[in-house]
């Protein structure tokens, strides 16, 4: 046994060398990782490296037969989620739906068709989640998502319906990953070590993923209302004013939440109720302007939707001051 001294680090904290005759053993220079954790006796254990564990092939077979393709759908979802590394798809109609259901699997991230027959799909998943950044998966659904709510102003001159509804099922495909990397973080000590990241802000992360999912998922919602519907240029232009402050309000909470800014956060929640006070007044004048009792039903979806966004947006405000 050797003894070494503790020196202190800074203001808090306390440093220990450990031996050279280790770190060369171990292959280990200055800058690579170790691992430090506490057994039950009271010890540290500090190890070179994390046990790679092999994956644990699981499989799971869903039959198809007499089933809608959203019934398909959420069952084949709920495999990819719960890590199943290979999922059957069986049915004598699987012909039939073959086409749609190739259409889920590639709105998958990393999961590919290794066998098809006429009554059978078997999928493999090849996602290896140790590779995998919570905060890159953020960054890059936050970059999506804002390039979404900045081209909403060009759906009010051409049809970008098809174009959004694209990226918003890229936003989708993060947004399971990291709901997996969560589960496995939760369920999985092991791995849990190799994130670096607490349990409560495993949950922050997942929380502020699945919201991003929502605003992209309104923000398509509303470009498909706009794009099929004819605006006058008056109704294109209070439109446009309020998809300009909501694209403002999201990108100061999304500054909020990288720089954990609360009092960004609490500002941006105070301009929900401007903007749901600004659509029903909308709403109102534009009746009376054309003396009917209700605005035109496909002008209130549109002035609708432009509420649940703000309300959307806000709720990232909420999830960064709570």
């Not at 490296?49 to 499989?59: G, I, S, V």
């Not at 998958?108 to 009554?119: G, H, S």
């Not at 923000?219 to 439109?239: H, M, R, Y």
Request: charged share 30%; glycine share 4%; hydrophobic share 40%.
């Amino acid at each position: 046994m050797e003894y070494r001294r503790l020196i202190k680090f800074g203001n808090s904290s306390f440093v220990v060398s450990v031996p050279k005759d280790w770190l060369r053993k171990n292959h280990l220079e200055k800058g690579d990782m170790v691992y430090v954790s506490e057994n039950g006796s009271n010890e540290l254990v500090i190890v070179p490296n994390l046990p790679q564990q092999e994956r644990e092939l699981k499989e799971v077979t869903i039959n198809i037969d007499t089933k809608p393709i959203k019934r398909i759908k959420r069952e084949l979802i709920s495999a990819y989620l719960k890590d199943f590394s290979i999922v059957t798809l069986t049915g004598k109609d699987l012909e039939k739906q073959a086409g749609d259901i190739r259409n889920i699997i590639q709105n998958l991230m990393a999961l590919e068709i290794i066998e098809q027959t006429k009554d059978k799909i078997v999928t493999q998943d090849f996602l290896n989640l140790r590779e995998v950044s919570l905060s890159d998966l953020i960054r890059k659904m936050d970059i999506i998502t804002r390039a979404m709510l900045s081209d909403l102003s060009l759906c009010l001159e051409k049809n970008l319906g098809s174009n959004m509804t694209h990226r918003e099922m890229d936003v989708n495909k993060m947004s399971y990953v990291i709901l997996r990397v969560v589960r496995r973080g939760l369920s999985d000590p092991e791995y849990a070590k190799t994130l670096r990241i607490s349990p409560l802000q495993l949950f922050e992360l997942w929380n502020i993923g699945s919201q991003l999912e929502l605003v992209a998922d309104q923000a398509d919602e509303l470009a498909q209302e706009i794009s099929i519907n004819q605006l006058t240029q008056e109704q294109k232009t209070f439109v446009k004013s309020i998809l300009e402050r909501i694209e403002a309000m999201y990108l100061q909470v999304m500054k909020a939440f990288y720089t954990s800014d609360l009092g960004v956060a609490y500002e941006v929640s105070a301009l929900k109720s401007e903007v749901a006070q600004l659509c029903r007044q909308e709403r109102k004048s534009s009746s009376l302007l054309h003396k009917q009792k209700a605005v035109d039903p496909h002008y209130s979806c549109i002035i609708e939707r432009l509420i649940a966004l703000g309300k959307e947006v806000n709720s990232i405000a909420r999830r960064v001051y709570s």
